[in-house]
């Protein structure tokens, strides 16, 4: 399994900006698919992000497509998720997530085995 940690997290206004941070350790981690879900109280956690571990490709739910951009820097280990135009929707505690291979696309929850515990972002009105 990848060890992931999460940072980056807080308060912003509406139309603030903030990057998400996921440090990935482990002996594969540079080279999987990673994501970036978020979940609210009483919901499922759903996909946001993710990014291939082979050609970058990138994927993005619907909501959060030219606002939201995932990176990554393979010489760090780090995952990165820019959030720019921020709406109060946005709030949830935001989670990285790792597959066992190299693909990424739009898949949900079952596509991954490997989570790090989250940071709150909170977007007020």
């Known amino acids: 399994q990848v060890q992931l940690v999460e940072s980056g997290g807080g308060l912003v206004q509406t139309g603030g900006s903030l990057r998400l941070s996921c440090a990935a350790s482990?002996?594969?981690?540079?080279?999987?698919?990673m994501g970036w879900f978020r979940q609210t109280p009483g919901k499922e956690r759903e996909f946001v992000a993710s990014?291939?571990?082979?050609?970058?490709?990138?994927f993005y739910t619907k909501s959060v497509k030219g606002r939201f951009t995932i990176s990554r820097d393979n010489s760090k280990g780090v995952l990165y998720l820019q959030m720019n135009s921020l709406k109060p929707e946005d709030t949830a505690v935001y989670y990285c997530a790792a597959r066992k291979g190299p693909a990424a696309g739009t898949g949900g929850i079952s596509y991954y085995d490997s989570w790090g515990q989250g940071t709150q972002v909170t977007v007020s009105s």
């Open positions: 990014i291939s571990g082979d050609d970058g490709a990138t």
């Open positions: 482990g002996r594969t981690s540079r080279h999987v698919g």
